[in-house]
């Protein structure tokens, strides 16, 4: 089949990060940012809306006025458990030592300072209100901002709109589940609905895809989530209303993939957001939600389709519009006939205030305002399709179990939620969708839906008003899911096919239409090209490889959802781990996914993004084993895959995936998931040989959070002054007696190059004063020193505690994993040992909790950091405020009357401006009491 004409070629770099500066701030008040030049004010919005009576009587005025506010920011405090709550009560003593406990004043102006939102969960998520001319006049407000950007950089907290926090907390997730987050990105509920899978379990069973249809935003969302360190997650790059049904090719099965639960926070028109981009007054049609409500019905119906019986699904907007809120549910639960309902959570956040969804609404088109659809149906050119109207069913549909948020409510934006409950499969009824199948009277009404496009915006300024609405649909068909190998996939009898095909999509409006243009197949038809009988199915609850046999892939190995007897994997007898070290790993090969060499190389799949592939090279693995001591409780043998042909020996990085991830990757043969980024870095290849190894992998600063508690060899213990100096100088010498000859001199890569560093952490220029000048030894001319091969490096004391000297002569040459000594971290309040470790991933807090670690090389006279400079300014920075903690009363009372100037991590990287105020005020900046070491001294000293 050859490519479409509309489809869009994805290369490796769409999906380079980029990085997204969330603490900027949009739209302050004061003169800056989308506020300067916005009217604030749109007769078209206010009428609406008045129409539509989304507002209590008697509040309008107040909901307009709070809209015409700037946002207050919002934050959120990472993972649950001990190390949150740790955490908030830092923060809150913070923001009153900072702040005095009265009011803050400012040009008369009574501020209030951060407080807890009512509604979230043991305080977990705050907010506070200043502007940015209010943060410049107060440099205690100006410190509480510092603050949160380097909370946020270390991944102790995530800024977020208050409501945006909403659906995750209305998922009920649970370790063992597949969740599908359709329109993910840039992924701050992603992040959340991860910290909930781990909450319970440092290596859920569970897993979390997070799906996005723009190549360039799946980079935000590996942003995103990328400090949370976790093996449980897959980005993919899908038009949502096409999200492939994965499973198995052979026919006996019915191993095809459904999700336990399902985020729809689908692309919508944006009007709740108004307060922070206030260019929307301008730009506010109705327009923009009448052709958006095509779009958003079709992901719904689609994720609805892939969502198990039981399961939950949330369909959530930022907008306050009907048409794209209560008719896109409506709809879906119309054609769902009694196979979904609406789930009342009244009861849940019971602080939250909240509106109960309508009944009744009106659509507005150019021609004014229509109670219903026969109104317009004579018409010879109107462009609304019938799901937008309120129709009869509705009152029977309790539609009040929605909720819409208003800003006016909850010091917050405008959202509207509804949570889904799946009763039973999705039958014949709901592939009425397919003009064929559909009864006399649907059959009519579709045809009216095909014959008459909706209306979209028809300036590309309107259609910019969409948040990620229509633009994107222009993604629909980037890659042809339908064709494996130039079969369609065929479905065994009975299959739930509930997947729109090609017909049913142009029913649905022009976007869909436009599906049907680029001639492709539908994902998943039977041999005649039709849906599957359905009602044969029986296949409600037949999500499992080993419903109806056994899937050879996963031969002896259990489903990826649970057994035909419904038990959800979680409460299964685990399945046998990795095998230990030396012995012969039982687990069978996966087989290459996709068929083989279909990477860039061979043109693949998708066109210029390599296969996701088991790694299976047993003595590679197994030289990793021995070199780190891995315990078997990390399953290497089973749950490495990489990003390369299958057939690649030793490739570049190793990823850590779930046992959940590897499960639905090795029921994913035909590689129907375009697959981003998926599980965690732990692995990255090393050229060297030594006498004593054939190690050839380093582990990855970005998987230490994850490994080190299953690291028993390379491990280096340090006092707080050895660590600080290891951070700051980043290459330390050893005294003679530390040196070590080489029975085999370690080989640098055959081109000469550096060994790379944590590529993804590291920008290019760090990678340049990368501390090893070759793989045997620390630096040469790169850090400014001399020394490599061995050469003393002149003008460095070495380091000289002699427990340290020995910890490192018990060491092979090559990576090793440095950090606190137990005593120290624990005295410091710093997670210490692989214990704590574990019980900081089990709370979902992983990255931020994980203890103070870096992976290093121990060279034959030195000791050199093997991450970039800002990954070391992290730790360092993280040091230096335990240290300052934990400084006896009367040195800190010392350290706040003389308040020292340290650089900020900000300053460092030349991002902000110096925080010589927030010294002043935040006792955690004092200097570390290590003070020939920390930062500070060092700068005083020059
Ligand atoms: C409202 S945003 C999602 C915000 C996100 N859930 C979060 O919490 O950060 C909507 C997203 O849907 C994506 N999108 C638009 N059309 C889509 C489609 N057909 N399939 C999948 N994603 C789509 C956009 O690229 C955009 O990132």
Redesign the pocket.
């Known amino acids: 089949m050859g490519r479409s004409k509309n489809k869009k070629r994805i290369y490796k770099r769409d999906f380079k990060e980029k990085r997204e500066d969330v603490w900027r701030q949009d739209g302050d008040g004061d003169g800056s940012g989308p506020w300067k030049d916005s009217p604030n004010t749109s007769p078209d919005f206010e009428d609406y809306y008045q129409q539509q009576q989304i507002v209590p009587e008697g509040e309008w005025e107040t909901f307009l006025d709070v809209l015409r506010t700037p946002l207050p920011t919002t934050f959120r405090i990472n993972g649950s458990g001990k190390f949150a709550a740790s955490l908030r009560d830092k923060l809150a003593d913070n923001f009153l030592t900072t702040l005095g406990y009265g009011n803050i004043m400012v040009d008369d102006e009574i501020l209030q300072p951060p407080k807890p939102l009512p509604w979230y969960p043991d305080n977990l998520a705050w907010h506070f209100n200043f502007s940015r001319s209010q943060l410049r006049k107060m440099p205690a407000l100006e410190a509480i901002h510092e603050l949160m950007k380097r909370e946020n950089d270390a991944g102790t907290i995530t800024r977020q709109e208050a409501v945006?926090m909403i659906p995750p907390l209305l998922m009920d997730i649970q370790s063992h589940h597949k969740v599908l987050?359709?329109?993910?990105?840039?992924?701050?509920?992603?992040a959340q609905l991860l910290e909930m899978l781990h909450n319970g379990s440092s290596q859920p069973t569970g897993f979390v895809i997070a799906?996005?249809?723009?190549a360039q935003?799946c980079n935000l969302l590996a942003h995103?989530t990328k400090r949370i360190c976790s093996p449980a997650m897959i980005i993919t790059n899908?038009?949502?209303?096409r999200f492939p049904l994965v499973g198995c090719r052979n026919p006996r099965l019915e191993s095809k993939v459904q999700y336990d639960r399902i985020?729809c926070?689908?692309?919508?028109s944006?009007d709740g957001t108004i307060r922070k981009a206030a260019d929307i007054w301008r730009r506010w049609t109705p327009i923009n939600g009448n052709g958006l409500h095509p779009?958003q019905l079709r992901?719904a119906l689609q994720s609805a389709s892939l969502l198990k019986v039981g399961g939950r699904m949330v369909y959530s907007?930022?907008s306050f519009n009907p048409v794209e809120d209560e008719a896109v549910v409506a709809e879906l639960l119309r054609r769902s006939v009694g196979a979904l309902e609406l789930v009342d959570v009244s009861q849940q956040l019971p602080a939250l205030k909240r509106q109960q969804g309508k009944t009744h609404w009106v659509v507005k088109d150019k021609t004014g305002y229509r109670a219903s659809f026969s109104e317009v149906e004579q018409e010879p050119n109107h462009k609304l399709v019938p799901s937008l109207f309120p129709q009869d069913d509705v009152k029977n549909m309790h539609m009040e179990r929605c909720m819409r948020v208003l800003p006016h409510h909850t010091e917050g934006g405008g959202f509207f939620v509804a949570v889904l409950h799946k009763l039973g499969s999705l039958d014949v009824e709901w592939s009425t969708i397919n003009p064929k199948n559909a009864r006399p009277q649907q059959q009519q009404q579709q045809q009216q839906q095909q014959q008459q496009p909706v209306e979209v915006p028809e300036s590309s300024e309107q259609a910019g008003t969409a948040?990620?609405?229509l633009e994107?649909?222009v993604?629909?068909g980037m890659a042809s899911e339908a064709d494996v190998e130039g079969q369609p996939l065929r479905l065994p009898p009975g299959g739930e096919a509930s997947v729109i095909s090609v017909s049913d999509a142009a029913s649905l409006g022009p976007a869909s239409a436009h599906l049907a243009a680029d001639g492709e197949e539908p994902m998943l038809v039977d041999a005649s090209g039709a849906h599957p009988d359905p009602a044969s199915a029986g296949l409600a609850g037949a999500t499992d490889a080993s419903a109806n046999g056994t899937c050879p892939a996963t031969s002896g190995q259990p489903g990826p959802s649970g057994s035909a007897d419904g038990t959800p994997a979680a409460e299964r007898p685990a399945a046998p781990s990795a095998a230990p070290s030396g012995q012969q790993n039982t687990m069978p090969d996966w087989g290459p996914r996709g068929g083989g060499r279909r990477g860039r190389a061979g043109g693949g799949r998708f066109g210029g993004l390599d296969p996701v592939t088991h790694y299976s090279n047993k003595p590679s693995i197994d030289s990793i084993i021995d070199f780190f001591g891995m315990k078997p409780s990390l399953a290497l043998h089973r749950q490495l895959v990489a990003r390369s042909p299958p057939d690649m020996e030793k490739p570049k990085r190793l990823y850590f995936v779930s046992g959940g991830v590897r499960d639905l990757l090795q029921v994913d043969e035909h590689e129907q998931l375009k697959v981003t980024a998926c599980g965690l870095k732990v692995l990255e290849r090393q050229e060297f040989k030594d006498a004593s190894t054939d190690c050839s992998y380093r582990i990855s600063q970005e998987g230490l959070p994850l490994v080190l508690p299953h690291v028993t060899k390379q491990l280096v213990r340090l006092s707080p002054t050895d660590f600080m100096r290891l951070l700051t100088e980043r290459n330390c010498s050893l005294p003679d007696n530390a040196k070590r000859g080489l029975t085999h001199p370690l080989q640098p890569p055959a081109d000469g190059a550096l060994p790379s560093l944590d590529n993804s952490a590291a920008p290019a220029e760090d990678v340049s004063n990368a501390p090893i000048s070759d793989a045997t030894e620390a630096p040469a001319s790169q850090s400014g020193q001399e020394g490599g091969g061995g050469k003393p490096i002149p003008n460095k004391v070495p380091l000289t505690d002699p427990e340290l000297l020995e910890q490192l002569n018990g060491c092979l040459l090559g990576c090793c994993i440095c950090l606190l000594r137990v005593d120290d971290a624990r005295s410091l309040g710093l997670t210490a040992d692989s214990e704590a470790a574990e019980r900081a991933m089990v709370e979902g807090a992983l990255a931020a909790n994980a203890p103070l670690a870096i992976a290093c090389w121990r060279g034959r006279s030195s000791l050199a950091v093997l991450v970039s400079k800002q990954e070391c300014s992290l730790l360092e920075e993280k040091l230096t405020q335990a240290l300052a903690r934990n400084k006896p009363q009367g040195q800190q009372a010392a350290a706040a009357e003389q308040p020292e100037v340290r650089p900020s991590l900000a300053e460092k990287d030349g991002g902000y401006e110096s925080d010589t105020e927030e010294a002043a005020v935040m006792s955690s900046a004092a200097p570390a009491a290590d003070e020939s070491s920390s930062p500070a001294h060092k700068r005083q000293k020059s």
């Open positions: 945006s987050d359709t329109c993910a990105a840039p992924g701050s509920k992603t799906n996005d249809s723009d935003r995103q899908h038009d949502a209303t985020l926070d689908v692309p919508c944006g779009l992901i907007t930022c948040r990620h609405g994107a649909s993604h629909v």
